[in-house]
């Protein structure tokens, strides 16, 4: 019954989607000859084209990023390039099927199906990150209007040249009004008190971290940079007269802000009349204002296209989930340094998914048996190398992923945490802590797929680099939401 309603839900708001934008491209191509239109598009300069195009994409990062954020909030972060993925994903939601409320949940549904975390936890992280969303808009809205003023952009216009046309105002309403009877009729569920507590204990964590709030204000602003530029840059492509751009600076922002509305087919329609009003106060005639708009409507559906291969693509790693791992054993590699072995063993005693802390003895050391051994740590006798050293402790340990540190780097109480989230992608072979995951970084691996690997890595000497060619080829390496401390000895 639930799965029906559910059904007949996302049916009525396709249609109203599509309903909506039929009536708004009517009222747009009523005030636009036709004739011309296609003549802008013929005359279209495709350099142009493909610049917007790249602009447009380079909103995903920032956007991403800033939800990436939120997710950690709520404790619900997997890694960054899960994220990222899912941005993409989203894109291709919003611009096909739901518009931005209804692209918010499907992407935070599939997150949570995909990775098994809990979906009003995700949920809350959506109106957070659109609450960043608007607060780097609202910056860069002030910033067009500031320089578009400099320009002397507001001073030949007279009040009835902004008037907002009765159509508008009447599509509005009936947007909001359809907004407010999907809230009534399917806005109710078991989880919507679990959703109201996150997104409080959320949002009180974002007012305590100014860190991550002008992070997030910061992508805001970077991701309506990348939205209007691809704007302008379609504007050019259609132009082929000098236009006064400090003046029409403003007007990008305002054009992005209408297009955005819920309940459209990726601003289909409200983009263009917002294009035809507002760049024709400045000279830009009504064909290529269109224009414009329509090859914006090109940079996103090349986007959206993306990310419904993205979709395909990343459906077939997340569809075969084995049991999500559970314990980490500890492996330090025969260290150069006994005096910072203690503190590292204490720190890695309170991460509670750590069940063992393993050292490996080349038998150089006479201490190193003898402190570990009161550290109540295991010791296994081993050759020197790093992979080797991990081959031999991935035969021997208990944990479900095998987490090589040196004795000189200290991980927080949530690496543990931060390591398991990372493995719910079920293609993640691995990963690290740092930017770059060669050379002697902090890694971590499942290790089932250590053992898989154990042919690939043997007694013969091998570049360091070859661990990692194995393992990318078992999966993806990411990066846990997680800070490794270097020893003051080290730094």
Known sequence: MEESTQKKSILWTRLSSMAVAAIALLYVFRHVDLAELKQAFLHSRPGWLIAAIAVYGAAFPPAAWRWHLMLRLTGNA??????????????????????????????SALYARWYRLPLPEILAAAPLDRLLGLGGLIFFLLLAFGLAALHGAFLHLEATSLRVPTVWVIVTLALILLAWIALKRWGHGSGVSRWLHALSYSGKQM???????????????????????????CLQAVSHSALPWGQLLWTFPVISIISAVPFTVAGLGFREGAALALLGLYGVSAADAVAASLLTLVARLFWAAVGGTVLWR?????????????????????????????????R????????????????????????????????????????????????????????????????????????????????????????????????????????????????????KCDLYRCLRKKGRLVLADAIVISSARSL
């Open 78 to 107: 997997v890694h960054f390039t899960a994220t990222m993925i899912m941005t993409l994903i989203g894109h291709f939601f919003y611009t096909l099927f739901f518009g931005v409320a209804g692209g918010d949940v499907a992407k």
């Open 207 to 233: 007012i305590a971290s100014w860190s991550i709030t002008w992070q997030g204000l910061l992508c805001g602003f970077l991701v309506q940079v990348a939205l209007a530029g691809s704007l302008a840059l």
């Open 348 to 463: 890695l005693r309170n991460i509670p998914e750590i069940c063992e802390i393993i050292v490996m003895d080349d038998g150089s050391q006479d201490e190193l048996r003898k402190i570990a051994t009161q550290l109540d740590c295991r010791v296994i006798a081993s050759p020197s190398g790093r992979e080797l050293q991990l081959r031999l402790a991935a035969v021997q340990a208990m944990g479900d992923v095998i987490l090589l540190l040196h004795a000189d780097m200290w991980l927080p109480a949530n690496a543990g945490k931060a390591i398991m989230n990372c493995l719910r992608d079920a293609h993640a072979a691995g990963g690290g802590f740092s930017r770059r995951l060669t050379g002697d970084q902090e890694i971590f691996i499942r290790r089932k797929i250590l053992e898989e690997l154990d042919n690939a890595i043997d007694t013969r000497p091998k570049e």
């Open 314 to 346: 990343e459906q077939r790693f997340q569809s075969s989930q084995s049991p999500l791992p559970k314990t980490i054993s500890a492996i330090i590699p025969t260290p150069n340094e006994l005096h910072t072995l203690g503190e590292t063993i204490q």
